[in-house]
């Protein structure tokens, strides 16, 4: 009896060491050493200073920026706590009278038609943290983004084809253009620098 206890004693103290603390500390260390942007959140600085995640969804407002996609997570949306959906669905009231609301204040802001609007510039993802929006909702932004930075529209158009990922092998996902990346893009190429992404959400 106390042999089979002293064998199970032993067996759960090597198992924890090695599946509790040298498994995670080896996975961590080569994480560190092969991938130390990713394993760290795939941080984003911008003269040393912290301006987001190019994983996560910001509340960009500034005539000046790229606008994402809204966000159901949190109170005040993109809240990494609280991520997830509205769980509404197509039927919801709610959810129609958000969406109306949104598709209202996009025709208003981009000075297009409602069937021009994507979808993504209406609806929350499924996370509420989508970095993402297609390049259909880059594309009805230029005009005003080009306008209030005053720079030429075809630079703008250009700067959003540079930012957009391409389908996996051309064959897996949907193009995207990442928000963040977008938006420091731009206060690089705009005539005034002084102003950060950071400021002018």
């Known amino acids: 009896m106390?042999?089979?206890?002293?064998?199970?004693?032993?067996l759960t103290v090597v198992m924890t060491l090695l599946t509790g603390v040298i498994y995670p500390l080896a996975v961590w260390a080569m994480a560190q050493l092969l991938f130390p942007l990713q394993a760290n959140g795939s941080l984003v600085y911008v003269n040393g200073k912290?301006?987001?995640s190019s994983l996560i969804g910001q509340n960009f407002s500034s005539a000046r920026n790229f606008h994402g996609r809204p966000s159901a997570a949190g109170a005040k949306g993109y809240d990494g706590l609280s991520s997830g959906g509205s769980n509404l669905g197509p039927t919801s009231k709610t959810l129609i009278d958000a969406v109306q609301t949104r598709l209202k204040a996009v025709v208003e802001t981009e000075g297009v038609r409602p069937a021009q609007v994507p979808i993504?510039?209406?609806?929350?993802?499924?996370?509420?943290?989508?970095?993402e929006i297609s390049?259909?909702?880059?594309?009805?932004?230029?005009?005003r983004v080009a306008k209030t930075r005053g720079l030429?529209?075809?630079?703008?158009?250009?700067l959003v084809?540079?930012?957009t990922s391409r389908r996996w092998a051309e064959i897996f996902g949907e193009?995207?253009?990442?928000?963040l990346r977008l938006n420091l893009a731009l206060d690089a190429l705009s005539p005034d620098r002084t102003r950060q992404v950071r400021n002018e959400r």
């Open 2 to 10: 106390m042999r089979s206890l002293w064998i199970a004693t032993r």
């Open 50 to 52: 912290l301006v987001g």
């Open 120 to 131: 993504d510039l209406v609806t929350a993802s499924g996370s509420g943290l989508d970095p």
């Open 135 to 143: 390049p259909a909702a880059a594309d009805i932004q230029v005009a």
């Open 152 to 158: 030429a529209e075809d630079a703008v158009r250009r």
């Open 161 to 163: 084809r540079v930012n």
């Open 175 to 179: 193009p995207g253009v990442n928000v």
